[in-house]
């Protein structure tokens, strides 16, 4: 009778450990879910700050490609030149 209550004390054993490897597995599935969620999300918010940085770049190289057509231009436009027309709005 021995060898029975030992048998079934190390299937108790047995049984205890595979839930708790199932367990632990189970909570790693469910972070690993969590994760490749959170990357896709992080991927995206890095592609669309791409974008918007390129949009920025892009209106920076015109604005001074449009400053160094004025510094390049003859002057002939600073005639008219007002001081009235460097106040701002509020005036």
């Known amino acids: 009778m021995s060898s029975s209550s030992d048998s079934s004390k190390c299937n108790t054993a ?3 450990a595979l839930a708790e490897v199932v367990s632990r597995l189970t909570d790693m599935e469910s972070r690993t ?5 959170w990357l ?3 991927d995206a918010t890095v592609i669309s700050q791409q974008r918007h940085i390129d ?3 892009r209106q920076l190289q015109l604005a001074q490609q449009k400053l160094q057509r004025l510094d ?3 002057g002939s436009h600073q005639d008219n030149w007002q001081p009235s ?3 701002p709005p509020h005036y």
């Open 85 to 87: 027309d460097d106040l």
């Open 72 to 74: 390049n231009d003859d």
């Open 33 to 37: 879910t969590y994760q490749e969620d």
């Open 55 to 57: 949009r920025l770049e």
């Open 14 to 16: 047995i049984d205890i």
């Open 40 to 42: 896709e999300q992080l």
